[in-house]
């Protein structure tokens, strides 16, 4: 075993690519990937946001502000994942109004 620690997650695979990241409190974002360290700190160029349902502040809307470049600091970043190769799809644990 070497000395030197491997990190879980490797996202120079997604430098210059589309990712979307999920932040600490529900905020989503998603851009291009130009740089990260070994803290999660994300540098995003080309940034979109997507607003909160004001009724419900853990749902996004459709609606988007464009941030441009950002650096999500690592402490807030709860996921991060490629937008290339995602489909959204229904939730399959929403029980039907009659259930």
Do not use: H, W
Not at 53 to 58: A, E, F, L, R, S
Request: aromatic share 4%.
């Amino acid at each position: 075993m070497s000395g030197r620690k491997e990190t879980v997650l490797d996202l120079a695979k997604f430098v210059d690519k589309g990712v979307q990241v999920k932040l600490s409190g529900g905020r989503q974002v998603t851009g291009t990937l130009k740089g990260y360290d070994q803290l999660l700190n994300l540098v995003l160029d080309e940034a979109v946001e997507f607003l909160r349902d004001q009724d419900d502040p853990m749902k996004t809307t459709d609606q988007t502000r464009r941030l441009g470049l950002i650096v999500c600091r690592g402490t807030a970043v709860m996921l991060v994942s490629p937008t290339d190769g995602t489909d959204e799809i229904a939730n399959p644990f929403i029980q039907p109004d009659g259930a």
